[in-house]
């Protein structure tokens, strides 16, 4: 009974939990509604920014409420069932857990006039019969990639909009209420949300109209082992995002220049020991993007990185910016100078390079590593606020 908790709530073995991060763009998902009172202000807000999201509703409240599912039809947003009474799954009666998700899509489709195609039990929690309920109503799971917290005591809406910001990514499936604690919290904070989102490019879209938005698989399983890696990594290095944005390009921390031995082209020694920033790509969103697209979009991310260089005060100290990866010759396209690693040191690096492109479903074929750098006053001069 608990391994369809590990393997479907616990690693969302086929449910939808997120979409390709090539484009900027978000899925908004409400849980619990419709509500009288704090619905109409998350459509008002989502109508006043272009907005389309998917509403996960319950049955007897849609049944109460019809007018609200009719205008979330009217206005594009998708439905989906919840369920027909909110219990959290490990609760349930086998039989009640088995029926719940086909009744409540069924009664919810009648509300709205449409076929109902997605399914999220209350608390995204599952056991062998939620999974049997979906398949045996055809319906597809939703879970989410970031979860917005509206519903915790004590969390106010600009602690859950600050949060959200922060961790938003493309493709991101947010899960948010637009009923009880959770829907007042969010109808208070959404407007400006919104407003964030459009001024960082992102467009806010339906579950089934996010690109990539599939199934997860053997494929995303690998993908989320090596961010699970790469996670405890910058726990352990105190790396942090750049911009404190998780979907900006690079993650940075401040260390000491560990590579004895180098030169500058010039044949100007690079003195191990020396103050540095070193910056690591962020995986997922390169893959996504593509070389090209990843190019266009490093010099905006590299402007934040010099703001930061300038305004952090455990940064002022750095003398260099660099990268140890296989990125060398994109990394050359914005700026940086290459220089070769120690032969050793560049099989171990290229070994890792090709387990990361194995899990990112690209050919095993990485580039010899390099040191790509920039010392502090060409990267501010490239970079920073009076560059150009």
Known sequence: MLVPAALVQGLNLGLIREGRRAKREVALTFDDGPDPETTPQVLDALKAAGGRATFFLLADRAEAHPALVGRMRAEG?????????????WRRAPLDA???????????AAVAGVPVRLHRPPHGAYTLFTVWGQRRAGLQGVHWSLEGQDWQAGRTPAQVRARLE?????GAVVVLHDAGPGGRTTAALLTELL?????????????????GATPVGRAALKRRMILALDAAYDRVEHVRMVGDRADN?????????????LAWPDGTPIPAGTPALEFHVNNPQLVDLGPRAAVRAA????QELARE????????EAQLVFCVSSLGPLLSLVGFTNVPLPPGTGRRLRGWANVLRRAYG???????PVLSVLSREAFLRRYGPRAG
């Open 309 to 316: 260089l300038l305004d952090r005060p455990e940064y002022r």
């Open 299 to 302: 010099p905006a991310d590299f």
């Open 249 to 261: 390009l690079f993650r940075v921390n401040r260390v000491a220049f560990p590579h004895a031995g």
């Open 362 to 368: 690209s050919a095993p074929d990485a580039p010899a």
């Open 195 to 211: 407003a964030h989102l459009k001024a960082r490019g992102y467009t806010v879209n339906p579950v089934s109209d996010l690109d």
């Open 98 to 108: 088995l029926r719940d998700p086909g009744e409540a899509a069924g009664r919810i």
């Open 77 to 89: 947003h998708e439905i989906g069932a919840h369920a027909v009474r909110h219990v959290h799954g």
């Open 166 to 170: 922060r961790r938003i990514v493309p």
